[in-house]
């Protein structure tokens, strides 16, 4: 008989978990600490739009569940960029221009998920289950309710404040690592609703308000809507902290983002009612431990929302450790350390470039030289297919490994640094003979 399988949390990774475990045969609890969002509906303001793209639809795709959630997503094919005191324009992901990356909300995700792990044979769901226990050696489970447990296997699939991974950093001590890195960022969540039954801006397209220090984006929703997220400095001029009441909030956007007065008419009420987030990258070691239990997702790795990979690489995380099982004919103790292996570094190399691309969304996508260098990435990638790909081509529209990735961008940009002395060199040399004649 397979082994019995708790897997505590029942968000996007725990949901897709479940599905890929229940088809495996197992015997699976998912333990969820909220209520059922699907009858309590999400927590306000903190849904962050998801952009789903190939590493996330690939998982769905596995198990038959990619062309249902496909069906509520809105596809952007690049990003529409609204400098202060410019006319917008638009920047393609892909030198094509028919590739795109989908927005689709988190709940709607989840429910999806969720409605398909519950009609998996051998998935039951337990909600208002937090954890408050955990005994690594034996499995067993304790409940906020005084409730317990018992899994031969049992893997924490709770997000980033992972309840988990505070009791395995509990039992292990010192034989257990973990940092978290917060940013001095927050976000908050607002509103563009519909105007006259129809989109208020373009929803092909992610939607950036570049500042320099900070910046906005919005995300289009099926219903007309978008869903806009601030991203501010926690503390300072222009930040969450020194803007208190309505009337500030209203100064601050007149000044920086004048255009979207008019499309919040809620503005002092979301800003008001809707919680600052915190943005952290999480790392710890190891993921798994006495061939038993283990961490996956953001429980493992979080990391910070700017190149919309987190759920995608949780979903990445699923895949990998179902391969391994596969490929260890289900013997737990072997595949929980090929999945950590295999997943390591790549969740190391998309921390590393969701922190860069938070520069280069928040500084750089208004600037001439950035978006004449994206021309010139897009034309080396036209003159040379297959040779030089952009990193965004291969992280968004490719199952490419995260860490080949980077290693390939840095050779890419290794060779281009190159050629470009060496036609430096070359025309320093063929004037100097022009002189000379």
Avoid at 198 to 203: E, R, V, Y
Avoid at 299 to 317: L, M, R
Wanted: net charge negative; hydrophobic share 40%; with cysteine.
């Amino acid at each position: 008989m397979r082994e019995h399988v708790a897997v505590i949390g029942a968000g996007l990774t725990g949901g897709l978990l479940a599905c890929y475990l229940g088809r495996r045969g197992y015997r699976v609890d998912v333990y969820e600490r909220r209520s059922d969002p699907r009858v309590t509906g999400a927590e306000r303001g903190r849904s962050i739009n998801l952009a789903l793209s190939e590493r996330g639809i690939d998982a769905l795709r596995r198990i038959g569940l990619a062309d249902e959630v496909l069906a509520d997503a809105l596809p952007m094919h690049g990003r529409m960029v609204h400098p202060l005191g410019g006319a917008p324009n638009f920047q393609p992901y892909s030198i094509s221009g028919d590739r795109a990356i989908n927005s689709i909300g988190r709940g709607a995700l989840n429910d999806a998920l969720l409605d398909a792990a519950s009609a998996t044979p051998g998935v039951t769901i337990h909600f208002d289950h937090p954890l408050t226990e955990l005994d690594p050696e034996t499995g067993t489970l304790g409940f906020a309710d005084g409730s317990q447990a018992k899994a031969d296997i049992v893997l924490g699939a709770d997000g980033s404040g992972s309840a988990m991974r505070g009791l395995l950093l509990a039992y292990a001590g010192d034989a257990f690592d973990e940092t978290v890195s917060f940013l001095d960022y927050g976000y908050k969540e607002l509103t563009i609703p519909a105007r006259d039954g129809g989109f208020a801006l373009d929803p092909g397209a992610l939607h950036i308000w570049p500042r320099g220090t900070s910046m906005m984006i919005a995300l289009p929703n099926p219903d007309g809507s978008f869903t806009g997220t601030l991203f501010w400095p926690n503390g300072g001029a222009g930040s969450f902290a020194s803007l208190g009441s309505p009337a500030a909030v209203e100064r601050h956007f007149r000044k920086n983002y004048p255009d979207l007065l008019e499309l919040i008419p809620d503005l002092p009420g979301d800003y008001r009612h809707n919680p600052v987030g915190l943005l952290g990258t999480v790392t710890c070691a190891p993921w798994q431990m006495l061939g038993r239990v283990a961490l996956i997702g953001d429980a493992a790795h979080a990391i910070v929302p700017f190149y919309g990979q987190g759920a995608n690489a949780a979903f990445e995380d699923v895949v990998e450790l179902d391969r391994c099982l596969e490929a260890t004919g289900d013997d737990w103790p072997a595949a929980l350390p090929l999945y950590e292996e295999g997943r390591r570094e790549n969740s190391e190399a998309i921390a590393e470039m969701a922190l860069a691309n938070f520069v280069e969304m928040r500084d750089k996508v208004a600037d001439p030289l950035f978006k004449l260098g994206k021309r010139v990435e897009h034309t080396l990638e036209r003159l040379l297919p297959g040779l030089y790909v952009s990193r965004y081509e291969m992280v968004s529209f490719s199952t490419t490994p995260y860490s080949t990735v980077r290693r390939r961008v840095r050779r890419q940009h290794q060779v281009l640094a190159g050629a470009a002395v060496a036609a430096g060199v070359l025309a320093a040399a063929l004037i100097g003979k022009a002189v000379r004649r």
